[in-house]
């Protein structure tokens, strides 16, 4: 069973920056596509970013990180980065990390099999 773990979560002031890391275990990392998706306090799950298997070179934002977060991959590290620059209060949420285990990279939540357990991010103002 392909489990993921997510890392980098933390309280961070308005302006700052933080990198979130998704490490898989078990399964293929590198035929998977891999999302990040957020949910803050009396919110529904939103989509923020994802990006293609292999080598990554299709990725997709929402529109309101588009600018400001980059999504990337290691597949020799089994890992996923968000790197979260110019960090806005609105983007408080707990992140979590998917893995769609057929090698697409879309932006609705089903299309995940697996899912880790999220890592909150916190920005203050």
């Known amino acids: 069973q392909v489990r993921l773990e997510e890392s980098g979560g933390g309280l961070v002031q308005a302006g700052g920056s933080l990198r979130l890391s998704c490490t898989v275990s078990?399964?293929?990392?590198?035929?998977?596509?891999m999302g990040w998706f957020r949910q803050a306090p009396g919110k529904e799950r939103e989509f923020v970013a994802a990006?293609?298997?292999?080598?990554?070179?299709?990725?997709r934002y929402v529109d309101s990180v588009k600018g400001r977060f980059t999504i990337s991959r290691d597949n020799a590290k089994n890992t996923v980065y968000l790197q979260m620059n110019s960090l806005k209060p609105e983007d408080t949420a707990i992140y979590y990390c998917?893995?769609?285990?057929?090698?697409?990279?879309?932006?609705?939540?089903?299309?995940?099999?697996?899912w880790g357990q999220g890592t909150q991010v916190t920005v203050s103002s």
């Open positions: 078990r399964g293929t990392f590198s035929r998977y596509g």
């Open positions: 998917a893995a769609d285990l057929f090698g697409n990279s879309g932006s609705m939540g089903y299309e995940y099999e697996s």
């Open positions: 990006i293609s298997w292999g080598a990554g070179g299709t990725t």
